[in-house]
Nanobody, 121 residues
Framework: QVQLVESGGGLVQAGGSLRLSCAAS????????MGWYRQAPGEQRELVAT???????NYADSVKGRFTISRDNAKNTVYLQMNGLKPEDTTVYYC???????????????WGQGTQVTVSS
């Protein structure tokens, strides 16, 4: 079993910054791609950013140039630095992690509990 614990959400004024963290834990797993989605009530989930274990990153067009994803492989932790926040960034952010069981080789995806980001205008 893998657990993901998110932190760092909150309320910020437009133009401000927040840093989200997501720490993954679990034995007998290899941690592969990690990333962040966001989803507002009644809307589809939107991929925000991803990062592979080798450090290759990918961003949604809506956040390019403003958000930066990074990870610490030693801590199995992924970060999302959000700068230049806009009111339309307001929603719940969920981290995820793709893992492979070192025992069976089976792949799984685990999710964090979600953290609220609110940007006031």
């Amino acid at each position: 079993q893998v657990q993901l614990v998110e932190s760092g959400g909150g309320l910020v004024q437009a133009g401000g910054s927040l840093r989200l963290s997501c720490a993954a834990s679990g034995s007998r797993f290899k941690f592969n791609t990690m990333g962040w989605y966001r989803q507002a009530p009644g809307e589809q989930r939107e991929l925000v950013a991803t990062i592979t274990s080798g450090g290759t990153t990918n961003y949604a067009d809506s956040v390019k140039g403003r958000f930066t994803i990074s990870r610490d492989n030693a801590k199995n932790t992924v970060y999302l630095q959000m700068n230049g926040l806009k009111p339309e960034d307001t929603t719940v952010y969920y981290c995820y992690c793709n893992v492979a069981s070192t025992y069976s080789g089976t792949y799984f995806r685990y999710w964090g509990q979600g953290t609220q980001v609110t940007v006031s205008s």
